[in-house]
């Protein structure tokens, strides 16, 4: 059950990590070329602005739940850190309880979302629905609900040694 | 009330340790919990607009220039270009820290790269001439606030995008407080440097070296000209700024000195991604967030309820700074600009204050904090690299962050600190 889970959440930042990297290497390019396009032949593509935002939201969901598996989101840690230290064990299983709690909801209204806009075309690349761009929401609260699962059976297990990046040493070069 | 119940769950979330886009997720939430009538489809759709902005692709293209500027090897030239310009003065080593944030500020931007890749240079180097161990992880934590307010400056591109304030002249507003942090911070040294007798290079620069030295130097260099310079002109947007920088690094780490991998390359653009992924999520939190708070009227009420107390603005300037400040120490500040930015700019436009100038203070303000006890990044980083205990670093470092806040009273009273360049500029 537990090698499952960790296959599972290692899947999941594998494929978002991936598509960060897809996302880039799509967004450089594609905005690069425009201005050329704009210096030199004075006019710009419509589409590729449209390709880059489609890039961008993506890279934006997928890096969001990518950075809670790396415990590299902005927070705020210090409160419980005062907290005792028995306590803390049972306030970051609270939080990671609440936050697969958000992931959920961000699956069920991104799924209804990405459901509804169907038959809505992007604007420039019609043949593309906007779901495809949707889609990146209820995804990443996928991703992000496996991740938290995957903290709280850890959290669970054997405390908080376990958990993902958590000293300062990742910092250093 | 149930904007009430929203602000508080926000703290509570927030309190627990939760990041703080899930923070504004739930605080969102709860407020959407108690209007039945608004649709939960509302978070999906605000979130997606949010992000959905052609200024903010800007981000990660600029994150990821800094990246590969940073891997082509600049740090060790401009650590040599500064050596030969201020080496010489008494305490060279800490002026040179100092004058590098101040170059590689204009380079990268990111202010822990610069203590991470200055310092585990510098520090070793300063510690072994006998410098004092907590004296120089100090000034390599201090120096680093230079580098997010030298252009080009993320916290900018952010209050710029959310305030609709041109991000170019935000930019050449940055350059003069972003070099008097470092001009005052230099004073600094000097003091200590006459106290103590610290060391000064005492080998001269020949001036074929020189030369060569600039050589080396110059291509990084010019990487904030050419986007400065882009922008203020008015030949390219902050995106398309960002994206020439971008190929100008992959110019010089693939043409000029041939030293980046491919492998180097891939994992410094999902770096970059994933880095603004996190700041682009929290724009867009914020700004579902921001919606319901302007709509409840929240930045009016609180704009009202400031100038109840005080009319004064420089009375209100003391306020704003003084909760920035304590909100910088507990928050990075990209973020924290991203929630204060909409939630002031009513109340800087009720004192009367430039938005320009109000700009840049809110993010000088805001950047202090990453050198400040109990959780500034540069701090920790520095404390770190240099073995010396954190608590050492934190009383070596307030004569520095001092210079920091006099620079911040600069930028709050003084309006020709920020308007002079623009203005030269531009005329306006």
């Known amino acids: 059950m537990r090698k499952m889970l960790t296959s599972a959440a290692d899947l999941a930042w594998r494929v978002s990590r991936l598509v960060c990297l897809v996302a880039m290497i799509i967004l450089t390019p594609v905005v690069f070329a425009n201005i050329v396009l704009r210096f030199f032949w004075g006019y710009s593509l419509g589409w590729s602005s449209e390709v880059a935002r489609y890039a961008f939201v993506w890279l934006t969901f997928m890096g969001t739940a990518t950075a809670l598996r790396d415990n590299s989101h902005a927070k705020i840690e210090l409160i419980i850190n005062l907290a005792p230290r028995t306590w803390q064990k049972y306030i970051k299983i609270l939080a990671c309880v609440l936050i697969a709690l958000l992931s959920l909801f961000l699956i069920v209204s991104g799924i209804l979302q990405t459901i509804k806009v169907w038959d809505v075309s992007a604007a420039y690349m019609r043949f593309l629905s906007m779901s495809w761009m949707y889609l990146a929401i209820p995804l990443s609260g996928l991703f992000m609900l496996i991740f938290m699962i995957e903290n709280i059976v850890i959290l669970c297990q054997e405390g908080e040694k376990k958990l993902a990046r958590e000293d300062m040493s990742c910092l250093l070069p | 009330m149930s904007v009430a119940i929203m602000i508080a769950s926000f703290f ?8 703080v886009v899930l923070s504004l997720l739930a605080g ?31 981000v990660p293209l600029f994150v990821l220039a800094g990246k590969l500027m940073n891997l082509t090897g600049t740090t060790e030239s401009l650590i040599e270009f500064s050596d030969m310009l201020v080496g010489r003065l008494r305490g060279g080593l800490a002026h040179v820290n100092i004058v590098v944030s101040m170059f590689f500020g204009g380079c990268t931007g990111a202010a822990i ?84 007798n610290f060391p000064k290079r005492e080998r001269r620069y020949t001036a074929r070296q020189a030369l060569k030295c600039f050589k080396e130097v110059s291509w990084g260099l010019m990487l904030p000209v050419i986007i400065v310079g ?29 030293n980046l991998g491919l492998k180097q390359i891939l994992s410094a653009m999902r770096d970059s991604a994933i880095e603004s992924g996190a700041i682009m999520i929290i724009v867009a939190a914020a700004a579902l967030f921001g919606w319901v708070l302007a709509m409840e009227q929240v930045p009016m009420k609180l704009a009202e309820a400031i100038m109840n107390v005080t009319s004064s603005p420089w009375q209100v300037l003391i306020l704003v700074n003084l909760a920035l400040l304590l909100l910088g120490m507990f928050m990075d500040y990209a973020p924290a600009v991203i929630l204060v930015t909409p939630i002031l700019i009513p109340l800087y436009i009720q004192i009367g204050l430039d938005p320009l100038q109000a700009g840049v203070m809110t993010c000088v303000n805001l950047i202090t904090g990453l050198a400040t006890p109990p959780v500034g990044c540069c701090l920790f980083a520095a404390s770190v690299i240099s073995g010396e205990a954190f608590e050492k670093v934190c009383w070596a470092i307030f004569p520095f962050i001092l210079m920091n806040l006099l620079v911040l009273a600069l930028v709050s009273y003084c309006p020709v600190v920020t308007t002079f360049i623009p203005k030269v500029i531009f005329g306006h």
């Open chain 2, 230 to 258: 882009g922008i203020a002109t008015g030949f390219c947007t902050p995106t398309e700024a960002a994206a020439i920088a971008v190929f100008y690094s992959f110019f010089v780490g693939l043409v000029v000195y041939r």
């Open chain 2, 28 to 58: 969102s939430l709860t407020y959407l919990a108690f209007n039945p009538d608004l649709s939960i489809l509302l978070i999906p759709i605000k979130l997606f607009r949010a992000t959905d902005a052609f200024v903010f692709l800007s």
């Open chain 2, 113 to 196: 790269s610069d203590t991470t890749a200055v310092g585990s240079v510098l520090i070793p180097s300063m510690v072994k001439k006998g410098y004092p161990k907590d004296f120089s992880a100090a000034v390599t934590a201090a120096s680093s606030t230079m580098g997010p307010i030298i252009p080009p400056s993320l916290a900018f591109i952010l209050y710029g995008a959310i305030s609709n304030v041109s991000i170019g002249d935000l930019f050449l507003a940055g350059i003069i407080p972003g070099i008097l942090v470092g001009v005052f911070q230099m004073f600094v040294v000097f003091y200590y440097a006459k106290k103590y």
């Open chain 2, 12 to 19: 509570v979330f927030l309190a627990l340790g939760i990041p």
